[in-house]
């Protein structure tokens, strides 16, 4: 498949560029009979959306998506669901400066390198702007996912340096850079003023959990859920690392530190700590799914850079405009559409080879 | 596709447990008129295989590869190279007494949540056995990328803690642990066998480049070329994080640390820093190609542990026998085999969309 | 992947109903630097479009595309192409009778077996209304395959039993049936006419052939070019029976007779005849390609028949309507586009493996 | 994927050459729990073998499989399951003759026009021999259809030119030529007998019918279950058209003929005919299924043709050998197979967008 493919049950096919006319998804494999709405849809736009505050770029994008299939009657039919989201506001202006010139941090040489041509205005398709049509996509695979009683939720685990000292779900939409610990959340916010004040920009950390995860998702050996994940997740363009449970940390200890060790709890088997983070041997365990992404500073600053135009010419150039000091708080909803894809996927996927209740398994 | 299948290309199907027949591989979508021969594969199975010196599992496997088909006269002929590797060594009764119980930090509980049934020798499919057959495939990867002169050579970039100070490639493979840093070596072969003392185990990072990369690899916006690599890489068993480039310390970068400047160098454009490991946007930079993979301690360690079997009863288990105490120096070839699987993969989709020299593209 | 995406290398995902919002595709996989306009997708549809003549439906539907993306100053960019069809006409109403009753010949009844709810209006997504988003993205693929000097014409070989007696391509677009036969031509459109005053439908063979094909193409064993024809063509809901080259009739050749002998000609292998319809071994031979499908009448007609509707109960239904009595003359812009698809898909795959002039393979 | 990898689900990889080492297949996505023994997989191989009777070719080849992965304690255990089948008879001194002249009718020059080198030995990959490894993984497949009550069995519907006049499944396996009707069978030997003493070859039709199939099976637009039975069933080598149900005839039906009514019957919705042979808008109907194949006539003939060598040299060769007369006897094991792949695959298919009984879909 093309890169703008993904899934394999089920299945999105994305489309657009920053400022062509539109962006939009089809999602094909959606389960009949699920009830669903342009609200549904809407709802998750809005988290992600330009302009929701001081830490975001100042951009006006209403963003309103339009179902153009697939539903009948308020319920999905199993026929190809498609949103397409039009864009409003261009001002491709903006960018006729840097028509020729590569911008540091940005895709613009590797696209120039790759397909010959590019569409310089906003990036075109290598613009944070694709990542609506992820959240389209992932509104859809949260109705599969209520079903089994799943949900997935993210939050900024670090920014700028400074970290969350504690994880409380109810707190992350009440703040505007969706910290999970209040107290963390100004200043985190300061730091990327002060970021901002200084023609720059910051990264951080993303934390994605989903609950109710049932043990059995993944397929070994290369599907293993932690792969398909860390695919989803590195395939969003500011993320530079991927980890499952402890991550990283696990080059570090030991193997009894690592190992959860297993109980009976309730007629199921449960672990008593979480160290793999919901996965082993590439199948979910039944407990709490955690992975965390690293998110870089956002390419576009003000400080003027070095760089060279199509023709090999050294110029200078300083982005500026309208751009997001700290992308952390709108890659939440990205990253967590990138799980529920990835969960809904998996969760079709099992239940195409499990045996279905008193009969042997096919 | 089902879980042993990977790649779109460049297609492998593996196969095989850890104490069933043979493990083996078809690879599918080898360009015809490459030398290919039994040697080229055996020579990387030799650095993947057990008892290779005091750091490794005492287990001996001679890891013969046989050629099935796709090779005449010396050279591959466009149809599936398929390559087999019986297993020798049947010590099946050492599995006896974990036969109903889950071992901790193991796939036990994982696979029999997903399947109902398992093959409790040794692991099975889950066992690290598995990937003998992605290093045989990556033996066939690497004949196709050595068309476009591209390398892709690996190191413990740490072990236990122990981090390599500084990278010789030549080193690498003159010190038992597979440290790019002499000096560092004797220490991480010290710390594994203090771990291995104490009935432990131990983790480290493996630290993957690949040179000759050519601008242009990688297809936005899901197979950008991290996200493949990162899907490649997690899917090794002991594999818990990912990272390209600065990774997760770009977390706390900021934008004008993190974009890299580029400049016109003999009619070729170049970055003069490297933060971005060779990638951006999802597609390669042409700079040299450079990811990491936290690996995990394995979770064979001689100490006991608590743990259940399969009716819910709590049972203490050591599972002890002839295990690697760390895993790292073994794991090298396997990643440098995914990398190259990835890379393969990725030139041949290039060629697919690119046009031909002097002509417009398709 | 679920059923409404196709191909691998060039990718389309439609949706769509008949009585929705819009039809629509997004083609990924589409090389960068062709040029590509509204127009020239605008041109196919209306080759498609109902209304065209007195053999075709007297619905009104001016199938306007619509480019959302893809293409920047005129030429694809190497990004998803989505093009949207707002559906105009919705005579809703006309479907009420039939709301729970399963017509006999159509989907209804096989659509509520595999789904559990459908949408009736107008056979929804089973209507051939879907057929506009293939031939929108056929109008891309001929672009492709344009580069190559490849053309891809269908027209109708027989109609109600009644057969073209000569194929002149010529005369294809000059008449409503699309015979390449003008003597023909209005026998068949009599039969339709026939056919329609009975209060029935008929069907007939459409052949589409492909000159400029190179050989080469086709990948065995399982995508040998005629297999991957027959998905493509057998895809179309009116099809019921496909051949390649002699076909059916080989079943009673002797091989002395199907064989085609060889020849150098030009410094070129050719064949003095074309049994087998320019594949051999599922690979083309360079040889013009030539295929067949059985058009089946279509379901529709207003003659009284039994069926069932959801309850069970027995009732009689006559559909009528503006339905058309001959489906063949708008399924050949359906099936031409279906064929380049392919042949746009297998020549991107065949780039992909084919080595560089004056380079090995790889 | 490349062209040796088929079905989404249900998931071949095959490889292999005539002549070379072994033929094989790793067929995953198998679910667990299924009883699997190599007996299962031999009893079919026995049926496709050559040297079965007058009929067929002479050569001797005793095709033992070997079960290399997969299955432990006689049980599949949802992991991929490996089948090789080692070549015996090396007689490739046969092929010398030929080594640089394309065979007309045989995939020799379209071979070289792809990948600029082939293997000459009998065919190398284009060889029948390659469908050794489909009937292998069809025995797979059957034990997955077996659990829902499928059957799937085929016949010899016609042989140069006779026909048989009646189905009865209980003769087939009774005649050298299986033919379902046992008067016909003796006048289709015959036949063969003759075309092969004038040294030449015959061809046939193969009908293929499944029972027990749930209606719901196929998948809308692109993946009708016709559409993925054609590609199966047209991937075959001699097999050159493909129908379901009435195929071809519908070309000259009326619609009140073809459309098949419907009645409720024991509480299912039943058809009174079966013109649409168990699909109807690519989704199965629950009635039989029914497809034919027009079989050409082998193209390895006794006769002298003309042709050119691969210097363009003008050269008349004559085939002879060992070669089937006519393959149709043993295809049908073969387009069983393929049947029982297609049918496995949409099961599993169906299973993941299905609801589970009392509750909604997803």
Redesign the interface.
């Known amino acids: ?6 899934g ?4 999105v ?5 920053s400022h ?5 998804v ?1 999602v ?2 959606v ?4 009830e669903l709405s342009v609200d549904d849809v809407q709802r998750e736009l809005d988290r992600r959306r330009p302009g929701q505050s001081g830490v975001t770029s100042a951009r006006r994008e209403s963003d309103r998506a ?5 539903v ?1 009657e308020g ?8 949103i ?1 989201i039009r864009n409003e506001e261009h001002r491709s202006s903006d960018y006729e400066r840097f028509r020729d010139a ?1 911008r ?4 613009d ?3 120039h ?7 310089w ?1 906003g990036g ?3 613009s944070g702007r ?1 990542t609506a049509a992820r959240v389209a996509a992932g509104a859809v695979a949260r ?2 996912l ?3 009683g799943i949900t997935v939720r993210g939050y900024a685990r ?1 920014i ?2 400074v970290q969350a000292q504690r994880v409380d779900l109810e707190e992350v939409e009440r703040n505007p850079v969706r910290s999970p610990d209040p107290d963390a959340a100004p200043v985190m916010e300061r730091a990327i003023a002060e ?1 901002k004040e ?8 993303v934390e994605v959990v989903a609950d109710g995860v049932p ?10 859920l ?10 969003v ?1 500011a993320v ?25 709890e309730g ?1 199921r ?1 449960r672990s008593r700590t979480n160290h ?1 983070g919901g ?8 407990e709490r799914l955690v992975v965390r992404c ?8 003000a ?1 003027s ?4 135009n199509e023709r ?3 110029v200078e150039i300083a982005v500026g405009g309208r751009h997001d000091p700290c992308i952390v708080p709108r890659a939440v909803p990205v990253l967590e559409a990138m799980v529920a894809l990835v969960l809904a996927d998996r ?10 209740p008193g ?4």
Chains 1, 2, 3, 4 share one sequence.
Not at 279 to 286: A, C, E, F
Not at 347 to 356: E, G, H, V, Y
């Open positions: 498949m093309p890169g703008s493919v993904f394999e049950f089920l299945t096919a994305t489309f657009g560029e062509g006319t539109a962006v939009g089809v094909d494999g389960p009949a009979g699920l339009e179902l153009l299939s697939g009948f319920k999905t039919t199993g026929t190809p669901v498609a397409v590569f540091p941090g940005h895709a040489w590797t696209y390198a790759k397909y010959g041509v590019r569409d205005r075109g398709r290598s694709e109705k599969i209520a079903v089994g670090e700028a340096g970021a200084a023609g720059d920009s910051v990264g951080g950390v043990a059995g998702l993944g397929d070994p050996v290369f599907d293993k932690e792969a398909l994940l860390a695919h989803a997740l590195m395939s363009g530079r690392g991927f980890e499952v449970g402890d991550g990283f940390a696990t080059a570090r200890m030991r193997g009894s530190a690592f190992n959860d060790e297993l109980a009976a007629g088997v793999a996965v082993l041997g590439g199948i979910s365990t039944g690293a998110v870089r500073p956002p390419a576009s600053i400080r850079q070095r760089t060279v090999g010419d050294a969760l079709l996927a099992q239940k195409a080879i499990a045996a279905p009969r042997p398994a096919g």
